[in-house]
């Protein structure tokens, strides 16, 4: 028989079968029974309704890792309506980009980030505004907690629900500079939380930390995943390494996820401080986007006691198409697998092929773009047919095209060696270079501008700008990264600044970034950051 795949199925599996088990731990301590998370859920549901939320309209919320972040999922899908969430670190400009792009209906947002939905709130869609403690909030918002309050707990109507109508979207920076949304259905959804309960190894006692954003393709499928499970969420709102050793203790923690960022800030504070690592159970972690050092693999396993898997995907591909978490061929090849983003997951067609679209040799040294099918991968970009068609038919058609080079050893496993694309992944934030030398370019005594990606001990890569002044300009370092904050989220400015003569070029005027990066990566073995 033929059963829709959709989102709601992960906490109706919760309730049914763990009603009583501790489902979250809100930031504060506060604990909800999964019977608890959904009376919350149908009170926060019914409550969108009598706003007029329906099938098909978009609820965007921005918020750091919070039960509610949980809650706004669940009931969002639940009406049938499309879950939009954002990245708090993006300026207002950037979110009412996003907000008109969506045609958002309303917008739920933390008070510690509401500050940058109030300058664009008169220019986007949206007519409802709802606050997370909204008294700590400038401006006319609803109450979040008032609103769940007055909710009723009765089940709302659910409408009838095709696993191809869209779930959510995320919106990743493009090389265009425009985020772009990618919109993921319920089905989509629902079969990367399937795979990643294979490859994370979930069960229904694990006790997962939330360390790794909720926004980022909606917590790379754990809020799906975890819950499904019958897991426990332990949230943090943001990460710092000593609450999480904390967490990890006090909540007996067995699983989170981080970029290598994130390791090397845990290791960090582990030299400088004693700190106990674990609680009475073991410990997993995983890392994605730029393979972690080898020393860095080291210190998580053999001082924390930690084992790391290592994934690779992207916002597109929901994210988790590869990992080296292989048993087999770890006890055959040892740690050094780990430092390879991996083979590809259950049920998933990924190919590294050559200019033309054919397979380049599995010998580990032959570069090609990674090219991946399956059920996982994004629906389409919203709003961008032509895009869309691209990412698809590239080289190879019918396969998403992720801009990543790397090469393909005999046992399947993945290497990347740079990209193909104009992104930099700063402690697994995309940065587009385009969108960064846009701004850059704004500044009245620039001439030419490149933005690249550099090596950096702390975030694998960062952005460095290397500017060519117009006559008679005296610009100095900390005077344009400024100018570049007060227009992008900070994050996205460059980290350094080099004033050059000139920048090289092709015959037909195009900077030669290759040439430019080689200056930064020759005692490197790749051309991306390791973490």
């Known amino acids: 028989m033929r059963r829709e795949m959709l989102t709601t199925d992960f906490l109706d599996r919760a309730v049914d079968l763990y009603g009583d088990v501790t489902g979250v731990v809100a930031h504060d301590g506060t604990e909800y029974t999964y019977a608890e998370l959904e009376a919350r859920v149908n009170k926060l549901a019914n409550a969108l309704a009598e706003r007029g939320v329906g099938q098909g309209d978009r609820v965007a919320l921005l918020a750091p890792n919070t039960h509610y972040f949980i809650e706004t999922l669940y009931a969002t899908n639940g009406l049938g309506a499309v879950f939009v969430p954002m990245n708090y670190r993006l300026t207002a400009d950037e979110l009412g980009y996003i907000l008109e792009d969506c045609a958002a209906d309303v917008v739920i947002a933390d008070y510690e980030f509401a500050g940058n939905v109030e300058p664009i709130r008169e220019d986007v869609p949206a007519e409802q505004f709802i606050g997370y403690e909204a008294d700590r909030i400038e401006g006319d918002w609803e109450d979040y907690e008032t609103v769940v309050a007055a909710g009723s707990e009765a089940a709302p109507d659910r409408p009838d629900i095709a696993e191809d109508d869209d ?55 754990h809020t799906y995943a975890i819950t499904g499970t019958g897991g426990t969420h332990v949230c943090q709102r943001t990460f710092d390494a000593a609450d999480t050793f904390r967490r990890v203790r006090e909540h007996d923690v067995s699983f989170l996820c981080g970029a290598p960022t994130v390791l090397n800030n845990l290791i960090q504070y582990h030299e400088e401080n004693e700190v106990t690592t674990t609680g009475d159970r073991d410990v997993r972690i995983a890392t994605a986007g730029s393979a972690p050092a080898t020393a860095t693999l080291e210190t998580v396993e053999e001082e924390f006691g930690w084992r790391v898997i290592h994934i690779y995907g992207l916002t597109e591909t929901a994210p988790i198409i590869t990992t080296s978490n292989s048993p087999r061929r770890l006890a055959e090849r040892g740690r050094e697998l780990k430092v390879k983003q991996g083979a590809e997951t259950l049920c998933t067609d990924v190919r590294v092929v050559d200019e033309n679209g054919e397979d380049v040799p599995r010998d580990g040294e032959t570069v090609g773009e990674i090219v991946v099918r399956g059920n996982q991968v994004m629906d ?150 390791q973490g």
């Not at 779930?167 to 265009?176: D, F, L, P, Q």
């Not at 919109?183 to 694990?206: G, K, P, S």
């Not at 992104?423 to 001439?447: P, R, T």
């Not at 002044?469 to 600044?497: C, H, M, W």
């Open 380 to 529: 389409r970009y919203l709003n961008k047919p032509e895009v869309t068609r691209r990412a698809f038919n590239d080289r190879a058609e019918g396969y998403f095209h992720t801009g990543d080079l790397a090469t393909v050893d005999e046992d399947g496993m993945v290497a990347i060696q740079d990209r193909k694309k104009d992104i930099i992944i700063s402690g697994g934030e995309n940065i587009s270079s385009i969108e960064v030398e846009d701004a850059i370019y704004d500044h009245e005594d620039v001439l030419k501008a490149a933005v690249i990606p550099v090596p950096s001990e702390e975030w694998g890569e960062t952005p460095r700008a290397l500017v060519v002044e117009r006559p008679g300009a005296d610009l100095s370092e900390s005077e344009l990264i400024e100018f570049v904050k007060r227009q992008l989220a900070n994050y996205k400015a460059p980290t350094s600044v080099e004033f050059v003569e000139d920048l090289p070029e092709t015959a037909t005027g195009k900077v030669q970034k290759y040439e430019l990066r080689k200056r930064y990566w020759d005692d490197e073995e790749r051309l991306v950051g």
């Open 167 to 221: 779930a959510s979207i995320n919106y990743t920076s493009g090389t265009t500079g425009d985020p772009k949304g990618v919109v993921r259905t319920h089905r989509t959804e629902h079969w990367h939380a399937l795979v990643l309960n294979q490859h994370m190894e979930i069960r229904d006692d694990d006790t997962y930390l939330w360390t790794l954003p909720m926004f980022h393709c909606n917590g790379w499928g």
